[in-house]
């Protein structure tokens, strides 16, 4: 029984650890892979150099060249997180996000936006949020549509082609998967998004000011927008690992000759690259080690644990089997009455033990060879001794 019991306890424990791997896998990791409420704000630079680029400073318009550094910084906001309401609760996560373009030699400031806007925690995407704004021109544009990709991937990104929302443009081009690529020891997915020579949607008050300095002829125009964006995915995480942008305007008057505003090929430096690797293996060791290692750990040793408790459990039945048939085979033994216990069988032993009802008539064999007066031992000699003795 003590064996069974044992079998049956590793059986239990063994069922016990399976469940409990099932649960990581179909529970744990799927609450995991989430936008966390508590992340950590994060910032990338990436640098551009030997760059052509428009500058206003004090009302002076002019082109310059020399190295840009842009600077964007992540903010995830508690407060306006708690406060989403509808699809949006548990769902999403409301991020604030600035932007600065600096030159490297005097840290002017060349260019600069903010936004805020709330992500889907699973796939990272831009959700329809009434508190949306982006504010790239002195103003808050709170009827801006985000949508797509922005700042983060789905965990768990697919080989396939995806969306990336554009600022310049205010709306959403393809990215096209374009193969893999280790950075930083990560195998990451390279998308690849081409923008051509697409119109920019500019207001009059910052289209005049440009035709009037490059165009002083025309009467109207307009800026045309080209962007190569490159962006290199973990795909276990949708992190972004390194980006580059090769982006370019142009002023394109009714009357005069083309105007370049802007031709920079800005990338992530080394120092963005190796911080976005570092927190992108954290998270996929976690996820990983919730995902792959600890449950394929409790499966072995669960069904070891079954294992051991089926077979524990059949020896303690086989040898409860066995003492079975060993008793089923045993002779019987009979006992021997208990003098005393019944009283005619005392009084026929006895009556044995003296002779009984015949020690009459048939004398004790020791009377075979005893004369009337004495002993005498029979002689021991051969039989012809006595025939030679009577002659």
Not at 13 to 40: E, R, S
Not at 216 to 225: M, N
Not at 243 to 254: A, D, G, I, M, S
Not at 328 to 333: F, G, V
């Amino acid at each position: 029984m003590k064996h069974r019991a044992i079998g049956a306890v590793l059986f239990g424990v063994g069922g016990l650890l399976l469940a409990l791997a099932a649960g990581l896998v179909f529970v744990v990791t799927p609450a995991l892979a989430k936008l966390p409420y508590d992340l950590d704000p994060s910032t990338s630079v990436a640098e551009a150099t030997n760059a052509e680029f428009l500058q206003i400073n004090d009302g002076s318009i002019k082109i310059n060249n020399g190295t840009l550094k842009s600077t964007v910084l992540v903010t995830p906001l508690a407060k306006e997180t708690a406060d989403l309401t509808g699809d949006l609760d548990g769902k999403a996560v409301v991020w604030q996000v600035g932007q600065t373009v600096e030159r490297v030699d005097n840290n002017q400031l060349v260019s600069a936006y903010g936004a805020q806007l709330a992500l889907d925690r699973v796939s990272g995407a831009a959700q329809e949020w009434n508190g949306q704004w982006l504010d790239d021109t002195g103003e808050q544009d709170k009827g801006i549509k985000f949508a797509g990709q922005i700042y983060k991937f789905p965990f768990n990104t697919e080989k396939k082609d995806y969306q990336i929302f554009d600022r310049d443009l205010r709306a959403v081009r393809d990215a096209k998967f374009a193969g893999t690529e280790n950075i930083k020891g990560i195998e990451t997915y390279r998308f690849e998004q081409v923008i051509t020579d697409e119109p920019l949607n500019l207001g009059t008050d910052r289209l005049t000011p440009l035709l009037a300095t490059f165009a002083p002829g025309a009467t109207d125009g307009k800026v045309v927008y080209s962007n190569q964006r490159t962006v290199w995915v973990d795909p276990v995480t949708g992190s972004f690992i390194k980006v580059r942008e090769v982006q370019k305007k142009v002023l394109t008057p009714n009357v005069g000759a083309p105007t370049t505003l802007l031709n920079a090929d800005f990338a992530y430096n080394d120092a963005t690259i190796t911080a976005s690797a570092d927190r992108a293996k954290d998270s996929r060791d976690s996820l990983r080690l919730l995902s792959v290692y600890a449950p394929i750990g409790l499966v072995v040793l669960g069904l070891a644990l079954l294992v051991g408790g089926v077979l524990v459990g059949r020896r303690a039945s086989a040898a409860v089997a066995a003492e079975a048939r060993h008793r089923a085979d045993a002779p019987t033994r009979v006992e021997e009455p208990v003098r005393g216990a019944d009283p005619a069988t005392d009084e026929q032993a006895e009556s044995d033990r003296q002779g009984g009802p015949l020690s009459d008539e048939i004398p004790p064999a020791s009377t075979n060879w005893r004369t009337d007066e004495e002993s005498t031992v029979p002689s021991q000699r051969p039989a012809v001794d006595d025939e030679a003795e009577k002659r």
